[in-house]
């Protein structure tokens, strides 16, 4: 069963947790999964980082490199990676 993740729009030099107000630096976006909706909104409300924003899972899969064939997207607050599905089936 595949679980459901919301994305949003971090940056890979300054992390996910600035101390200040930052927007990062160039060509440094990274997307980070969130593990619900609640938890990713709450990290756009707190975050000192200016770039951030929500992101659909279609354009988190433009953004995200491919790994050994496989999309990888960091979970935050974890160690954990998400494999970000090209497309899903009912039978799967």
């Known amino acids: ?13 300054s992390g996910d947790d600035p101390k200040e107000y930052t927007y990062g630096f160039a060509n440094s ?7 619900s ?14 770039k951030a924003k929500a992101l659909t899972r279609a354009e988190s ?5 491919t ?6 997207v960091p979970v935050y ?3 954990d990676y998400v494999h970000v599905v090209l497309w899903e089936s009912k039978y799967t």
């Open 1 to 13: 069963m595949a679980i459901r993740h919301y994305y949003a729009l971090s940056d890979s030099f």
């Open 29 to 35: 976006t990274k997307v980070i999964a969130f593990k």
């Open 37 to 50: 909706k609640e938890d990713r909104d709450i990290w756009l409300k707190t975050t000192k980082l200016l």
């Open 61 to 65: 899969l433009r953004m995200t490199t």
């Open 67 to 72: 790994v050994n064939g496989r999309k990888l």
């Open 77 to 79: 607050g974890s160690n």
